[in-house]
């Protein structure tokens, strides 16, 4: 596999997490549409929703490792280098990001559901 492209790339995680891949792409499409539209409603971020999404999202980090292991089927003892090491970093911090930016997104919507911008 001399060149890597997107078509190469689309393939192996399809074959790899078959329909839950379109599952996530949606959800995090969705997530980033919400809390967009929750920070432009609302004119910023909010501190303490945004300290209860960070928390949040540090399990949502711990989910993508879970999430990880189980569609390869293997587990951190196969890990056998530093590039294995810094994979399962760069995948633990996406799944962070991820989640703490649903979660934000879960909660400002709530929140204007449930009576316009309130503090926090």
Avoid: N
Avoid at 7 to 26: D, H, I, K, N, R
Avoid at 54 to 83: H, K, Q, Y
């Amino acid at each position: 596999m001399k060149d890597l492209d997107l078509a190469t790339l689309l393939s192996v995680f399809q074959e790899m997490m078959g329909p839950l891949l379109w599952v996530l792409v949606l959800l995090a499409v969705a997530g980033i549409a919400a809390f967009l539209f929750v920070l432009v409603r609302e004119g910023g971020l909010k501190g303490g929703r945004l300290v209860r999404s960070e928390l949040i999202g540090v399990a949502g980090g711990f989910m993508a490792l879970v999430v990880m292991a189980w569609v390869t089927v293997s587990g951190f003892t196969d890990a056998g280098g530093p590039v294995d090491w810094l994979l399962i970093g760069i995948i633990w911090g996406i799944g962070l990001v991820g989640t703490t930016i649903l979660a934000y997104a879960v909660q400002g919507l709530v929140a204007l559901s449930r009576g316009g911008k309130r503090a926090a």
